[in-house]
C-alpha cells in the first residue's frame, strides 16, 4: 500500500464514527474507556474483541449475523481496519467499531469482567524465541484476558500457525486452563463449531486453496 493511500484511510479514520484511536499515553493517564463501552453502543449487550483484526473482516461477518452482540477489533494498524470501518458505517452496522492500539493494552480499556468472548485469528506466531512476550497467547497476555473478561468468558484461537496451536495448548495443559475444543484442522473435522469455519478472513481462503491446515483452540482460562 502506497503512503498516499494510507496518509488518505489514516484521515478518513479520524472521521469515522465508529473508530476510536487513543495513544498509550491518553490510556495510561486517562480511564475513562473502561466500564463505557455499552454508553459507546448504547445497549447493554455483549460485548466480543477480535485480537489483531487486520482488515475487520472477521468482526464484520460476526456483526452481520449477531445483531445482539456488540463487536470490537482492535488493532496497531488503522490502514488496514481502515476497510472493516468504512463496510459497517456503508452496511450501517451499529454493533461494531475498531480501536487502535496496542493489544498489551486491553486492561486499561476495559473493566473486569466487561467482555464476554475474545477470537485471536491468525495472529504472528512470533516464532523465534526473543518473540516469545508478543505472542498474543502467552502468560502475560493470558491474564490481561481474564481480567476483562467475565467468568468462564470464552477465548478462541484461529490460526494457521501449527507452532502457535502447540505452543498455546502445551502452554494451556501446562498452567490447568480449560481446553473446551481443539483440532489441528478444523476442516477436516466433520464436528467442528460451526461458527468458526462459516466466517473466514482472505488470508484464511488463501491458506485453504493451498491445501494448508487451519487450527483451532476454543478455552477458558482459570486462576
Known amino acids: 500500500m502506497g503512503s498516499k493511500n494510507k496518509l488518505k484511510r489514516f484521515r478518513e479514520n479520524d472521521t469515522f464514527s465508529n473508530v476510536i484511536q487513543p495513544t498509550r499515553e491518553e490510556l495510561l493517564n486517562d480511564s475513562s474507556l473502561k466500564g463505557n463501552w455499552h454508553t459507546h453502543f448504547k445497549n447493554n449487550n455483549p460485548i466480543v474483541l477480535e485480537l489483531g483484526c487486520g482488515k475487520g473482516e472477521y468482526t464484520i461477518d460476526l456483526a452481520r449475523k449477531n445483531p445482539t452482540i456488540n463487536y470490537i477489533g482492535i488493532d496497531l494498524k488503522g490502514a488496514r481496519f481502515w476497510r472493516g470501518a468504512k463496510t459497517a458505517l456503508e452496511e450501517n452496522l451499529t454493533n461494531v467499531a475498531f480501536i487502535r492500539t496496542q493489544i498489551e493494552l486491553i486492561d486499561l480499556l476495559f473493566n473486569e469482567n466487561e467482555v464476554t468472548e475474545i477470537w485471536i485469528t491468525f495472529p504472528d506466531p512470533q516464532i523465534k524465541y526473543t518473540r516469545t512476550k508478543h505472542r498474543l497467547t502467552n502468560a502475560d497476555f493470558l491474564k490481561k484476558y481474564h481480567y476483562v473478561l467475565i467468568p468462564n468468558g470464552i477465548v478462541n484461537l484461529k490460526t494457521d500457525s501449527e507452532f502457535m496451536h502447540g505452543y498455546t495448548l502445551g502452554l494451556l495443559h501446562g498452567a490447568g486452563?480449560?481446553?473446551?475444543?481443539?483440532?489441528?484442522?478444523?476442516?477436516?473435522?466433520?464436528?467442528?463449531?460451526?461458527?468458526?469455519?462459516?466466517?473466514?478472513?482472505f488470508y484464511e481462503k488463501q491458506y485453504l486453496e493451498k491445501g494448508k491446515p487451519i487450527t483451532y483452540i476454543k478455552f477458558i482460562i482459570r486462576y
Do not use: D, F, G, W
Open 177 to 201: 486452563h480449560e481446553v473446551l475444543y481443539a483440532h489441528h484442522n478444523i476442516y477436516k473435522n466433520t464436528h467442528s463449531p460451526a461458527e468458526v469455519t462459516a466466517t473466514q478472513t
